[in-house]
């Protein structure tokens, strides 16, 4: 069964209001924020047909955005909740368990406030909402009342006699974040701005913008100047640069000239001038190791800028891409990688890393020798290289003495080990050439040989050995 109301029933029906809205929430609303609520409080009765944004905004006439703004205010205290703004789906909420007044403020803390401020727009009523707003920021912020009168006076000069609140107390929040709060402050706040005029003059020209500049574009100029570090003419030189003149885009290009380090006019020049080359160099760089990138704006700041002034020719960083390809490294962060690797051993030439490379290679084929005369087949890995070192540069053993000991170690289970063990006991004998190593045989110590009384020793003692192991080196042994 379907029981439904019929259109003449919903006409005559009533829409209850709670007294609570009326007492405590409906004095410090403006009329389109009541209307708004009203009828969407209808709504919720049983009127589903009226109840799309287009028609509520038509009816009530009211934009659609307004409405919006309207249902954000009632969020905000607690009343309704926006599920969803596409398409437009609101709860309303239980007065009792959900809603929190605003709160309320003695008239005559804010009489003379008040005065003042509605004088400040004499085309206009100020709304008790506005005036609720100003009060929480005022006990929010702990700025004074004549310092937010200044701050209005401000904005006012800047926007015209029609800027609303939420503008206002951008700009407030804004300057008490940075501990603007008395009236002092204010002044000294304004006089900073006063002398800003000539350099947001010079910006604005470079931009092609007539008139004068707002407050978010002077608070950007003194973030640009004060916080970042760069002089006006830097700053007009970026702004000349740019194809789309604006702000915001000035704003992200002297971000990427504070991330680079860029900070001076001629910087900036010399920065512009190999601009195009960089972007060969990234083109090149990426054809070489396998990938595609679209835009090279990146590329070019987190990668070629970084290596080029580090020193690296194209040269020397295609070589090393090259290299990278061959080693199946096909990323621009492996190769990053292997580029810092090479400036921190001091090769940032071509024919530098090319040096490096024959001595790796030709250190590698020794090692495939030692492990082929093993009996062994198999790649080199970073523990034979160090063992490898360990032997020929630290102990001293030629390449012969060592070949030797890896056909003695040919047949073992662990013959790497087993090297390890015979060349130690080489070198505590002394030896030098093939001969003597050939007289001792590959008879690794047993044990038994070398049964030794343990000495005691002091934590002194052990601690001038350990702990100063750059300067032993065995020679003793």
């Given at each position: 069964?379907?029981?439904?109301?019929?259109?003449?029933?919903?006409?005559?029906?009533?829409?209850?209001?709670?007294?609570?809205?009326?007492?405590?929430?409906?004095?410090?609303?403006?009329?389109?924020?009541?209307?708004?609520?009203?009828?969407?409080?209808?709504?919720?009765?049983?009127?589903?047909?009226?109840?799309?944004?287009?028609?509520?905004?038509?009816?009530?006439?009211?934009?659609?955005?307004?409405?919006?703004?309207?249902?954000?205010?009632?969020?905000?205290?607690?009343?309704?909740?926006?599920?969803?703004?596409?398409?437009?789906?609101?709860?309303?909420?239980?007065?009792?368990?959900?809603?929190?007044?605003?709160?309320?403020?003695?008239?005559?803390?804010?009489?003379?406030?008040?005065?003042?401020?509605?004088?400040?727009?004499?085309?206009?009523?100020?709304?008790?909402?506005?005036?609720?707003?100003?009060?929480?920021?005022?006990?929010?912020?702990?700025?004074?009342?004549?310092?937010?009168?200044?701050?209005?006076?401000?904005?006012?000069?800047?926007?015209?006699?029609?800027?609303?609140?939420?503008?206002?107390?951008?700009?407030?929040?804004?300057?008490?974040?940075?501990?603007?709060?008395?009236?002092d402050d204010v002044e000294t706040k304004l006089n900073e701005y006063e002398a800003q005029s000539e350099e947001m003059r010079k910006v604005l020209k470079a931009l092609g913008r007539k008139g004068g500049a707002d407050l978010e574009?002077?608070?950007?100029?003194?973030?640009?100047?004060?916080?970042?570090?760069?002089?006006?003419?830097?700053?007009?030189?970026?702004?000349?640069?740019?194809?789309?003149?604006?702000?915001?885009?000035?704003?992200?290009?002297?971000?990427?000239?504070?991330?680079?380090?860029?900070?001076?006019?001629?910087?900036?020049?010399?920065?512009?001038?190999?601009?195009?080359?960089?972007?060969?160099?990234?083109?090149?760089?990426?054809?070489?190791?396998?990938?595609?990138?679209?835009?090279?704006?990146?590329?070019?700041?987190?990668?070629?800028?970084?290596?080029?002034?580090?020193?690296?020719?194209?040269?020397?960083?295609?070589?090393?891409?090259?290299?990278?390809?061959?080693?199946?490294?096909?990323?621009?962060?492996?190769?990053?990688?292997?580029?810092?690797?090479?400036?921190?051993?001091?090769?940032?030439?071509?024919?530098?890393?090319?040096?490096?490379?024959?001595?790796?290679?030709?250190?590698?084929?020794?090692?495939?020798?030692?492990?082929?005369?093993?009996?062994?087949?198999?790649?080199?890995?970073?523990?034979?290289?160090?063992?490898?070192?360990?032997?020929?540069?630290?102990?001293?053993?030629?390449?012969?003495?060592?070949?030797?000991?890896?056909?003695?170690?040919?047949?073992?289970?662990?013959?790497?080990?087993?090297?390890?063990?015979?060349?130690?006991?080489?070198?505590?004998?002394?030896?030098?050439?093939?001969?003597?190593?050939?007289?001792?045989?590959?008879?690794?110590?047993?044990?038994?040989?070398?049964?030794?009384?343990?000495?005691?020793?002091?934590?002194?003692?052990?601690?001038?050995?350990?702990?100063?192991?750059?300067?032993?080196?065995?020679?003793?042994?």
């Amino acid at each position: 069964m379907i029981f439904k109301f019929s259109n003449d029933y919903l006409i005559d029906s009533f829409t209850l209001v709670d007294n609570l809205f009326i007492g405590e929430f409906m004095p410090y609303a403006e009329a389109d924020q009541i209307k708004v609520y009203l009828y969407g409080l209808m709504l919720c009765a049983g009127r589903p047909a009226d109840g799309d944004l287009e028609t509520m905004s038509r009816k009530l006439c009211i934009s659609e955005d307004d409405i919006i703004e309207a249902f954000k205010y009632w969020e905000d205290v607690g009343l309704v909740k926006i599920v969803s703004k596409h398409p437009l789906e609101v709860k309303y909420l239980s007065f009792k368990n959900q809603g929190t007044p605003p709160k309320k403020y003695k008239a005559e803390k804010y009489a003379d406030f008040n005065a003042h401020l509605q004088q400040l727009f004499p085309d206009r009523m100020l709304t008790p909402n506005e005036y609720h707003e100003y009060y929480n920021f005022l006990e929010s912020y702990g700025m004074t009342q004549n310092a937010l009168l200044m701050a209005v006076q401000y904005c006012i000069n800047i926007k015209g006699p029609t800027v609303r609140y939420p503008y206002i107390l951008s700009v407030a929040k804004s300057w008490a974040s940075e501990g603007v709060l008395t009236t002092d402050d204010v002044e000294t706040k304004l006089n900073e701005y006063e002398a800003q005029s000539e350099e947001m003059r010079k910006v604005l020209k470079a931009l092609g913008r007539k008139g004068g500049a707002d407050l978010e574009e002077k608070q950007l100029l003194a973030k640009w100047t004060k916080t970042w570090g760069f002089n006006i003419n830097a700053v007009v030189f970026a702004a000349k640069q740019l194809k789309s003149k604006t702000f915001k885009k000035l704003d992200d290009k002297l971000d990427e000239y504070y991330r680079m380090n860029i900070y001076t006019e001629p910087e900036m020049k010399d920065y512009v001038k190999r601009l195009d080359s960089l972007k060969e160099l990234a083109v090149k760089v990426n054809k070489t190791i396998g990938v595609f990138y679209e835009s090279l704006e990146h590329i070019i700041e987190v990668y070629t800028t970084p290596w080029t002034e580090k020193g690296f020719d194209e040269e020397a960083l295609l070589t090393i891409a090259h290299y990278c390809f061959l080693s199946g490294i096909k990323t621009l962060e492996g190769m990053n990688a292997h580029v810092n690797k090479f400036y921190s051993l001091g090769l940032t030439t071509k024919e530098a890393i090319n040096q490096y490379i024959a001595a790796q290679v030709e250190f590698d084929e020794a090692i495939k020798r030692v492990i082929a005369r093993t009996g062994r087949v198999r790649n080199v890995t970073d523990a034979d290289r160090e063992f490898y070192k360990a032997w020929e540069s630290d102990w001293g053993f030629s390449e012969e003495i060592i070949l030797y000991a890896a056909e003695c170690a040919a047949g073992k289970t662990y013959p790497m080990p087993y090297i390890n063990q015979l060349l130690s006991s080489w070198k505590q004998k002394g030896v030098k050439t093939i001969e003597e190593a050939r007289a001792f045989g590959d008879a690794t110590p047993k044990k038994a040989d070398n049964v030794q009384i343990m000495r005691e020793y002091t934590k002194e003692d052990l601690s001038a050995i350990f702990k100063g192991t750059n300067s032993f080196d065995g020679s003793d042994i």
